[in-house]
């Protein structure tokens, strides 16, 4: 092995030299943790397989919520800095394999996130019309691999299972007019088809009580301000005793109650579609109508244990649902050469550190699990950063072979990797926001690979 330098090897001549794998909101923070430090010269390669930054901020958050998009001004400021690069439209473990990274970085930090999803692990689970939230979320939000789906929205009903924010997300879509979804930057083909959308009712199934929902206060208020669909609750299943009502300390929880309580004082107004906010019900089958397709969700009631788990009551009744989305947790993605933790989806770590690879680090949801809001991800991975520095200063990273970055554009090259600049991804975001604003709409999303490498800086 290679001899490791010291931190007073690296120099403006030979500077640290850092991959970071993903440019969500984690990998941008890492290499803004990176170029803010003043111990070591350093510069920063962030890769992404698709052309475009940013992950989930672009393809997770709802299009309708354009202020915590605001955080990209920030990201875009790190990305332009001269000791930073973005590589786009490079896929790790075949453009860019593990040996090959290590040949030409000094250290390398995992960043991708969780792209795949949790199952309910209930029969029916793969008829025709059920899916993740997490496909249903790509779809809408104009993710390549998925903007080409055909998703015909001819169920009435519609079972979203969780109650996290991104359930509570693409309940509100559902329910959304064409109007007021013309003002996010939903994706036009997502538009088109929600505007033909036969979907009157909506049940959000949490499988414990209202205490224990997951989503945030903001969120479910919205659900008492849209035009055409009454918030429905069964004042019953919002029901606390009031030993444990005492005994809430979460301020989010207090609040949530006390929306969730107003809900199911009101009288529905008659609007053409409900949302129908359930608590203590588990899912446990879903019904096909003979030819593959969802026809109904089968659901128990529940009741809490001194724990506070959920237990089963023997009770049921089936949802006339055509389409069930579940909701039920993000799972992190193996990565090629990386190692991978298959049962918590994350890359197994102490603090960040890889273990077993030194040299190797990860932050953000493959390195702790899907946990937090954007804002989470900033001192997750300061904190990784922060131990990357620490392994520096104490000489214990070898020394890539081929740190430069000629090597690695060459690298590219040989392969013939299109490789998609920041400053390419900036012509696109520039023709995007033209044409949106032509539609008099935020954004309109180019959202298949093809069509993305065809904007780029001239």
């Known amino acids: 092995m290679t001899d490791a330098l010291s931190q007073s090897a690296y120099s403006p001549e030979r500077p640290l030299r850092v991959a970071v794998i993903g440019s969500g909101p984690s990998g ?18 962030v890769f992404d397989r698709l052309p475009t930054p940013y992950g989930l901020v672009r393809y997770g958050v709802a299009p309708d919520h354009l202020t915590i998009k605001s955080v990209t001004r920030g990201f875009e400021k790190t990305l332009n800095d001269p000791r930073v690069r973005f590589l786009g439209n490079v896929e790790f473990g075949t453009d860019l394999t593990h040996e090959e990274a290590r040949a030409h970085y000094d250290a390398l930090i ?3 996130g969780a792209s795949s999803d949790r199952r309910l692990g209930i029969p029916g689970e793969d008829l025709t019309g059920s899916m993740s939230a997490t496909e249903f979320v790509a779809w809408y939000n104009g993710h390549p691999d998925a903007a080409a789906r055909d998703m015909v929205l001819t169920a009435g009903g519609v079972a979203v299972v969780g109650v996290g924010n991104v359930a509570l997300d693409v309940s509100r879509i559902l329910v959304k007019t064409v109007a007021e979804l013309h003002e996010s930057d939903i994706a036009a083909h997502a ?28 969120e479910l208020r919205e659900f008492g301000e849209l035009h055409e669909a009454d918030p429905i609750v069964k004042p019953e299943e919002v029901l606390v005793d009031e030993a444990a009502e005492a005994a809430i300390t979460d301020n989010t929880v207090k609040k949530n109650l006390e929306v969730l309580r107003d809900f199911a004082g009101r009288t529905p107004e008659g609007k053409p579609r409900r949302i129908h906010l359930r608590f ?4 446990t089958e879903i019904l096909a109508d003979g030819n593959g397709h969802v026809a109904g969700l089968k659901i128990e009631r529940n009741t809490l244990d001194e724990a506070g788990n959920a237990v089963g009551t023997g009770e049921f009744e089936t949802l006339p649902v055509q389409m069930v989305l579940r909701s039920v947790g993000y799972k992190g993605v193996a990565l090629p050469g990386v190692p991978f933790d298959e049962r918590r989806g994350v890359i197994p770590n102490a ?3 890889v273990e077993g690879r030194p040299g190797e680090y990860t932050a953000g949801w493959i390195k702790r699990g899907p946990s937090g809001v954007v804002g989470t991800n900033r001192k997750d991975a300061t904190d990784t950063v922060a131990h990357l520095l620490s392994d520096v200063a104490a000489g214990l990273l070898s020394p890539a072979p081929h740190a430069s970055a000629e090597a690695v554009d060459a690298l590219l090259a040989g392969k013939s990797v299109d490789v998609y600049t920041f400053e390419d991804w900036q012509a696109l975001d520039a023709h995007e926001l033209s044409q949106g604003q032509t539609l008099g709409r935020p954004r309109a999303k180019v959202v298949h690979k093809h069509e993305m490498l065809t904007h780029r800086k001239r």
């Open 110 to 112: 995992y960043t991708v």
């Open 28 to 45: 941008v923070f890492a290499a803004e943790a990176l170029i803010k430090q003043t111990q070591v010269p350093v510069q920063v390669d």
């Open 191 to 218: 538009l088109d088809a929600l505007a033909h959308s036969h979907v009157r009712d909506v049940w959000v199934l949490g499988r414990r009580g209202a205490a224990q929902a997951k989503f945030t206060t903001k």
């Open 351 to 353: 603090e960040g550190r």
């Open 280 to 283: 203590l019900v588990s899912p």
